[in-house]
Structure formats: structure tokens, C-alpha cells
């Protein structure tokens, strides 16, 4: 095969893979603007509640809050184990993380939003026949048994459009933690550049949170096997 048009056929293979998860990428803001802070949630964890930002200082603690509450315990770990469970056609097992998803009480309050996300997301992927976990996945949500999450979704994807799961994770993160402190900026009046500062200024450990996710762990939530 000549080496020209394998290479513009792999480029083209990329740009799909790319744009496929960006597009689940995109649909976060969305899922983000939904989420209400019910006093039962500020309860859970009060730094939380967006109605204590007031300025960049009440900003970077509420981005410092999501990334120690839930991304980097929750979402990331998650993302992970949906990776190795679908790369390894662990249907059972994605299931399983499914319900153990479903067990985290920070996770209650955003379960209506997560689940549109993650059952629209899933069934773009419906036409691809030969992919049986995707298949699978969508009979246990159709059924009752699964949710949807939309974190499980975005790893599976990764795996299914060979998205590398460290770049997935990376940009997962970065998203999700820039288009909060975009809408805090909306909300409060903060200007777009001081938000995306601070954004920055909190990701600043990013990778090594990553690295940690990638690694055995001893917490069975946590590893990816």
C-alpha cells in the first residue's frame, strides 16, 4: 500500500476518533450548566456551594474542591476502569462500576444530568455492531440494569475510537475544570481571562493526579486492572 494515502487514511481515522470524544467533551458544559447544588449536596461538601464565589479567590477553592471531592477520586478512576473493562470485554464488570457509581452519595445529585449525557452519547455509538460491550452496555441501560454514567460512557468511547486513555483523562480534566470556571464567570461577573488564570492555576497538578489514576492501586474503586 503506498505510503501517501495510508498515512491521509490514518490522519482521517484520527480526526473521527478526535472529534467523536470532544463532541462527548462538549456536551459536559452542558451536563455542568444543569447541576443544581441542593443544600443536601452543600452539606456533603460546602466548598461545593457556587454561591461562595464571589471572586478568583472563592473560585479556585470551589475548582480545588471538585478536582480533591469528585475528579480526581471519582470521575478519573472511573474513566480509567470503563477503559481496561471495555478494552478487555468486561461487559459484567462495566456494569458492576455502573452500580458502583450509583453508590457514591456525592454522585446522587448529579445522576439525572449524567445519565442524559451518557445515554445519548451511547447511542451515537449504537450502529457500531461488532463493538459487543458497546452493544451490551446499551441492552443493560435499556433494561434497567445500568444507568449510563456519563464518565463509563467517555471511557468506553475513548477505548472504542483508540483515543489514548492518558490523553482522554488529560483532556476530561482540563475541560471539565475550564468550562466550571467559565460558567462561574458568567454567573459572577469574573472576567473570562482571570477564570481561565485560576483554572490553569489548579490543573497545575494535573498530570501527576494522572499518573496516579494509571497506577495499581490498592483501593478496589480506584484500580484499573
Not at 126 to 140: E, G, I, S, W
Request: charge should be neutral.
Amino acid at each position: 500500500m503506498n505510503s501517501e494515502p495510508k498515512a491521509a487514511l490514518e490522519f482521517a481515522n484520527e480526526t473521527v476518533s478526535q472529534r467523536r470524544f470532544q463532541n462527548l467533551l462538549g456536551d459536559l458544559t452542558g451536563l455542568l450548566e444543569q447541576v443544581g447544588r441542593p443544600p443536601e449536596l452543600v452539606a456533603l461538601a460546602p466548598a461545593l456551594n457556587p454561591q461562595l464565589i464571589r471572586d478568583t479567590a472563592g473560585l479556585q477553592r470551589f475548582l480545588e474542591a471538585y478536582i480533591q471531592r469528585l475528579l480526581v477520586p471519582i470521575e478519573l478512576p472511573a474513566i480509567a476502569r470503563a477503559w481496561a473493562h471495555t478494552s478487555r470485554g468486561e461487559t459484567r464488570e462495566l456494569i458492576a462500576l455502573d452500580s458502583e457509581l450509583t453508590g457514591q452519595p456525592l454522585l446522587t445529585f448529579f445522576a439525572a444530568a449524567s445519565r442524559e449525557i451518557g445515554r445519548f452519547q451511547l447511542s451515537a455509538l449504537r450502529p457500531l455492531r461488532d463493538q459487543r460491550v458497546v452493544q451490551r452496555y446499551l441492552t443493560a441501560i435499556e433494561s434497567g440494569q445500568a444507568q449510563g454514567w456519563h464518565t463509563l460512557v467517555y471511557g468506553l468511547t475513548l477505548f472504542v475510537y483508540s483515543v489514548p486513555l492518558r490523553q482522554g483523562l488529560c483532556h476530561y480534566a482540563e475541560q471539565t475544570v475550564y468550562s466550571l470556571a467559565e460558567i462561574a464567570s458568567r454567573r459572577v461577573g469574573l472576567s473570562a481571562a482571570e477564570c481561565r488564570d485560576i483554572a490553569g492555576k489548579v490543573l497545575a497538578e494535573l498530570p501527576a493526579s494522572i499518573e496516579k489514576t494509571l497506577a495499581p492501586q490498592d483501593s478496589p474503586f480506584l484500580a484499573v486492572r
